[in-house]
């Protein structure tokens, strides 16, 4: 297949990477990624803007413009025809011999983008998933969707070696976010989820949860909630970029509501695909 590599449509064959690429010893870099629904990206501007915002705060410069990575984005998905499924980009800081601070001179960043094809999963979003309580022991910078994912990494390991899908962090009785989602919890007709700082990642599909709310009329709170809440809640999802608007059932042992998709949850996921329905051409 086709990735790019830096500004190049490239194969994947001609891809070098250094072995001292921060990114590979560092993790010293950020990434993105979008969905393509029917040719389309999804909130392709957000997730650009988002990209160029965590670069900026670990003082990474893009060398391109917005509009460029845009139109690089969008001629790699058309070179590898994907219909519905993924695009995957990511920029490091470049390649330097090993040591901590930033190298000088400032090496040229690299950047990485691939596609994935792969069709949404019907059966999560009808019928939810259990999840598991994990305690959040990342670092402070959560709002940075950063490579650094060993936390995120050990949280969702966690949650899969118990038969979960997804774990629900939580830094002491607080509830934070999931290993690569945000958690919403819903009680006596109140969303709650936590507030965007820098404990949680700014995620796409929550921005786009905010703004269905208001259209369906379900008040979006943002009051963090402690884990002994969230097991009592009417209704729990999860939401991300590749799991969309997925149903939380059940916690650790306790069962969400009846166990099955709440009322409000299924009306945002309907809202939802209307959403995607609307999507114009790239
Ligand atoms: N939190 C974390 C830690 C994530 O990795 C993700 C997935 N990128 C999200 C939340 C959800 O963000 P988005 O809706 O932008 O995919």
């Known amino acids: 297949t086709t990735m790019l590599w830096n500004d190049r449509l490239v194969k994947e064959e001609e891809i070098k990477l250094s072995i001292e690429d921060r990114g590979y010893q560092f993790g010293d870099g950020v990434y993105e990624v979008i969905k393509i629904y029917n040719g389309s990206m999804f909130t392709v501007t957000e997730h650009i803007d988002r990209f160029y915002e965590s670069a900026e705060k670990i003082n990474i410069v893009i060398p391109y413009t917005k509009d460029v990575l845009h139109k690089m984005v969008y001629d790699l998905i058309e070179a590898n025809e994907i219909v519905n499924g993924y695009v995957y980009f990511q920029i490091t800081r470049g390649s330097s011999p090993r040591a901590h601070a930033f190298p000088t001179p400032t090496p040229e960043p690299v950047f990485i983008a691939y596609t994935m094809k792969g069709e949404r999963s019907i059966e999560k979003y009808e019928k939810g998933v259990k999840a598991k309580f994990v305690e959040d022991i990342r670092w402070l910078r959560c709002d940075i969707k950063s490579l650094n994912l060993l936390g995120n990494v050990l949280a969702k390991e966690a949650a899969q070696q118990a038969g979960c899908y997804e774990a629900i962090q939580h830094r002491g009785e607080i509830v934070t976010e999931g290993s690569s989602s945000n958690m919403y919890g819903i009680k006596d007709g109140v969303l709650y989820t936590h507030p965007t700082n820098n404990l949680i990642l ?31 809640m009417d209704e729990f999802f999860m939401s991300s970029t590749s799991s969309e608007i997925t149903p939380i059932i059940q916690i ?5 509501g009846n166990g099955k998709p709440g009322e409000w949850t299924r009306k945002l996921q309907a809202a939802f695909d209307a959403r995607v329905q609307q999507l114009g051409s790239l």
Not at 252 to 256: E, G, P, T, W
Request: glycine share 8%; aromatic share 6%.
């Open 202 to 232: 700014n995620g796409i599909t929550r921005r786009v949860i905010m703004s269905l709310c208001e259209e369906i009329g379900l008040p979006f709170i943002e009051e963090a909630f402690t884990t002994g809440q969230a097991i009592d």
């Open 252 to 256: 650790d042992d306790n069962i969400i």
